[in-house]
């Protein structure tokens, strides 16, 4: 049961302009949602988070919003440049009845910004 | 540089042989998680290990167990391979057990590269 879902498996946007991905969830017990990004030949680094008490975080170009009706989040990439280009997993999280953290990934969407 | 180790970065192997990979943690970081990335699945969340004991268990294979040792280096055996185990494997490390991974601190290896042929 894929928890977190990231519907688009590439993306492909002109150097300067908006990039857009999205990301679904489905249960509704996630309080915090994470963007990391990923070279190739790299692990995944971490790029911005939010938690479920604000529907907007911003750091510089990188914008996460979060709907929380739709269980939906975003990342906006404004402007876009071609060293954004790399694959972005969308990330939820929640802390269990246990006291441990517990984070979901999505299967990661390939962002390309052509130049 | 996350400064999580993990070796080797590429293996090849062959079908019911058995591997094991290495993570060397962040520097003070106490917890170390495996995943999991095969070119269908995304980022599968494997088991979590804090100073030494099992804290959480994902999608770990019967065949696939791992373990911390006392100076929090981990190693995860994987055996009875099969093709479908080809994939690569990250290493994560925090710093706790509920080390702030909700926020962005749980830092990644480059991953081991697995080939089952």
């Known amino acids: 049961d894929q928890q977190v879902k990231q519907n688009s498996p590439s993306l492909s946007v002109q150097e300067g302009r908006i990039s857009i991905l999205n990301c679904d969830y489905t249960?509704?017990?996630?309080?915090?949602f994470l963007w990391y990004k990923k070279y190739p030949a790299e692990g995944p680094t971490f790029l911005i988070s939010?938690?479920?008490?604000?529907d907007k975080n911003e750091d510089g170009r990188f914008t996460v919003f979060l709907n929380k009706s739709a269980k939906h989040l975003s990342l906006h990439i404004v402007p876009s440049q071609p060293g954004d280009s790399a694959v972005y997993f969308c990330?939820?999280?929640?802390?269990?009845?246990?006291?441990?953290?517990?984070?979901?990934f999505g299967k990661g969407t390939k962002l390309t910004v052509n130049p | 540089d996350s400064g999580v180790t993990q070796t080797p970065k590429h293996l090849i192997t062959a079908t019911g042989q058995r591997v094991t990979l290495r993570c060397s943690p962040r520097?003070?970081?106490?917890?170390v998680y495996w995943y999991q990335q095969s070119l269908d699945q995304g980022l599968q969340f494997l088991i979590q290990?804090?100073?030494?004991?099992?804290?959480a268990k994902g999608n770990i294979l019967e065949r696939f167990s791992a373990q911390q040792f006392p100076d929090l280096h981990s190693e995860l055996n994987l055996s009875s391979l099969e093709l479908g185990d080809s994939a690569l494997y990250f290493c994560a490390s925090s710093v706790g057990g509920s080390g702030g991974i909700l926020t962005g601190e749980l830092f990644f290896g480059e991953g081991s590269r697995l080939t089952v042929l």
């Open positions: 249960n509704s017990m996630f309080d915090y």
């Open positions: 990330a939820a999280g929640l802390v269990t009845q246990g006291g441990s953290e517990k984070l979901v």
């Open positions: 939010i938690s479920s008490i604000k």
């Open positions: 290990y804090y100073n030494g004991e099992e804290r």
């Open positions: 520097s003070g970081d106490l917890s």
